[in-house]
């Protein structure tokens, strides 16, 4: 019954900003860890980027660290992820992820997201 729906994915020119948005409903559990993952067509699943349930602890992969930032809302339920200065390498589906844990971690996520198309163009 837990459920995340992304929004906010699109076509944007490479060096331009987007934000993606994701909303948790339907959930039974007090506390959770949120992330966002990524794919690109013929390629695995990536991490991106994970937030504590407090916000105050987060990560990022390499790739998109000090480019893309992670923040939450908790009276929303809401999670967002600010992408800046993007590449075409970004393009990909994006999907959010939570667990019923407090702690941030890259694995594990027990409850995924249908995803979103982000589309870089150069």
């Known amino acids: 019954q837990v459920q995340l729906v992304e929004s906010g994915g699109g076509l944007v020119q490479a060096g331009g900003s987007l934000r993606l948005s994701c909303v948790l409903s339907g959930r039974t559990f007090s506390s959770y860890v949120m992330g966002w993952f990524r794919q690109a067509p013929g390629k695995e699943r990536e991490f991106v980027a994970a937030i504590s349930w407090s916000g105050g602890s987060t990560l990022y992969a390499d790739s998109v660290k000090g480019r893309f930032s992670i923040s939450r809302d908790n009276r929303k339920n809401t999670v967002y992820l600010d992408m800046n200065s993007l590449k075409p390498q970004d393009t990909a589906v994006y999907y959010c992820?939570?667990?019923?844990?407090?702690?941030?971690?890259?694995?594990?996520?027990?409850?995924w997201g249908q995803g979103t198309q982000i589309t870089v163009s150069s």
């Open positions: 992820a939570a667990d019923a844990s407090l702690g941030v971690r890259r694995t594990k996520y027990d409850y």
